[in-house]
Antibody, heavy 122, light 112 residues
Framework: QVQLQQSGPGLVKPSQTLSLTCAIF??????????WNWIRQSPSRGLEWLGR?????????EYAVSVKSRISVNPDTSKNQFSLHLNSVTPEDTAVYYC????????????WGQGTPVTVSS | DIVMTQTPLSSPVTLGQPASISCRSS???????????LSWLQQRPGQPPRLLIY???NRVSGVPDRFSGSGAGTDFTLKITRVEAEDVGVYYC?????????FGRGTKVEIE
């Protein structure tokens, strides 16, 4: 039974860095068949895929162009988790942030974290 | 980016009656590996999205068989044969054929 448990602050000041963590239970961040994603959801933008990290003999990342200059998604093999860092945030980054797993056999996002509401405000 | 267009935006349904949601992509979703990575997700109020169907028509384990997916290329449909109260929520199509992954804007299924 795969579970994803998110943690991180719900309030971030403008221009600072938004940092969230997704702990993985029942799978491994180093799995050769999974990819670990971040998605956000807001009323204005709907569901927006942000980026992912995955391991296939070495680590890879893909990011959405809209956030590419500000984002990093990093694995932490010692804690079996992965993180999202989004810097230089503005109020437009206010959203509910989700982590999710994609598995090769499915091709879709088959397990999701519980979501973290993040507000960017001073 | 591939744009995913869902219709209708809202679908009021009588309990026990069918519901149908359409999703159209701005480009073909056929991947170079031959698969079509179109999935459907359900989001109940206050919950994260939940994967229902992947690769057009494959139901996730535990998803009731009243849910079915069909389509090809750029046109896809999610059908619920007999809507139950627990089906209330917003349904999204999503493509994972190309980067960036993109979602439809959602269709709200509500009981009349």
């Amino acid at each position: 039974q795969v579970q994803l448990q998110q943690s991180g602050p719900g309030l971030v000041k403008p221009s600072q860095t938004l940092s969230l963590t997704c702990a993985i239970f029942g799978d491994s961040v180093s799995s050769n068949t999974a990819a670990w994603n971040w998605i956000r959801q807001s009323p204005s933008r709907g569901l927006e895929w942000l980026g992912r990290t995955y391991y296939r003999s070495k680590w890879y990342n893909e990011y959405a162009v809209s956030v590419k200059s500000r984002i990093s998604v990093n694995p932490d093999t010692s804690k079996n988790q992965f993180s999202l860092h989004l810097n230089s945030v503005t109020p437009e980054d206010t959203a509910v942030y989700y982590c999710a797993r994609a598995i090769a056999a499915v091709g879709g996002l088959d397990h999701w974290g519980q979501g973290t509401p993040v507000t960017v405000s001073s | 980016d591939i744009v995913m267009t869902q219709t209708p935006l809202s679908s009021p349904v009588t309990l026990g009656q069918p519901a149908s949601i359409s999703c159209r992509s701005s480009q073909s979703l056929v991947h170079s590996d031959g698969n079509t990575y179109l999935s459907w997700l359900q989001q109940r109020p206050g919950q994260p999205p939940r994967l229902l169907i992947y690769k057009i028509s494959n139901r996730v384990s535990g998803v009731p068989d009243r849910f079915s997916g069909s389509g090809a290329g750029t046109d896809f449909t999610l059908k619920i044969t007999r809507v139950e109260a627990e089906d209330v929520g917003v349904y999204y199509c999503m493509q994972t054929t190309q980067f960036p992954r993109t979602f439809g804007r959602g269709t709200k299924v509500e009981i009349e």
